[in-house]
């Protein structure tokens, strides 16, 4: 057999979850734990610990590929900085990847450019952009330095928060072994944090996305920008 790796999405609706590991190779198990299940993947360790775990799409936005070494290098290189590890990139190389953008681009449309930045879908560039006060609307040229910055610290405190609460949908950041603890990111708690923390509980960690006012009452607007359902309060962001 030639060497392949597997591309794995992190689709709007997709979410890996933990099946019961196979018992022997080529065992095929179909206990599936979603009826939304599309594929099941077995793993194992470099120490030969076994797991399995469903990819669940209930929509069908993601898609997984079989690819060669190679081919997986080519789709890394396009990728921009991971915003979820933000403890490995720096501020001035997100100000790198926003100087390859046309200044005229929305920022609301830029956030889901991938090969800018990895990691921010449709619900975390709405929460990122509220809580910068932001309107999704500004061009990239008509952005402050400060709020270049600004956009950066909330959209890796967003995800970081997401991925320590295992996300705001079910499961979507759930380890694949369910013994397993969920991996924590060392954040400082800044006024940022701990006003996610105050809002998390009554609003589900949803600050504006699908929500119709925000915590202090004012009205969140739904717009199409970028091709996907936009959440923002023109009250607070501009």
Not at 39 to 51: E, I, S, Y
Not at 84 to 91: A, C, D, F, H, V
Not at 149 to 176: D, E
């Amino acid at each position: 057999p030639h060497p392949a790796e597997l591309t794995l999405p992190q689709a709007a609706t997709a979410a890996y979850i933990p099946g019961r590991p196979p018992t022997s190779v080529g065992d095929v198990i179909r206990d599936a734990v979603d009826k939304h299940s599309r594929v099941q993947l077995h793993v194992a360790t470099a120490d030969g610990v076994k797991q399995s775990a469903f990819y669940v799409d209930a929509r069908n936005f993601g898609n997984l590929k079989v690819v060669s070494p190679d081919q997986a290098s080519e789709v890394e290189l396009k990728l921009g900085i991971d915003l979820l590890r933000p403890n490995e990139y720096s501020i001035n190389e997100w100000m790198g990847s926003l100087a390859k953008v046309k200044a005229k681009t929305p920022i609301g449309e830029l956030l889901l450019d991938q090969s800018v930045a990895c990691g921010l879908g449709n619900i975390y560039r709405a929460e990122t952009l509220y809580l910068a006060r932001v309107s999704p609307h500004r061009t990239l040229g008509a952005l402050t330095e400060q709020e270049r910055t600004r956009i950066f610290y909330c959209a890796t405190t967003v995800l970081s928060m997401a991925y320590v609460n295992r996300g705001s949908m079910r499961y979507t950041y759930q380890h694949l072994s369910a013994s397993a603890g969920i991996d924590t990111l060392q954040l400082k708690l800044d006024e940022l944090t701990r006003f996610m923390d105050k809002v998390q509980l009554r609003y589900a960690n949803h600050l504006v996305y699908n929500r119709t006012t925000d915590l202090y009452g004012h009205t969140v607007l739904r717009e199409e920008i970028g091709g996907r359902t936009m959440h923002w309060c023109p009250d607070v962001q501009s």
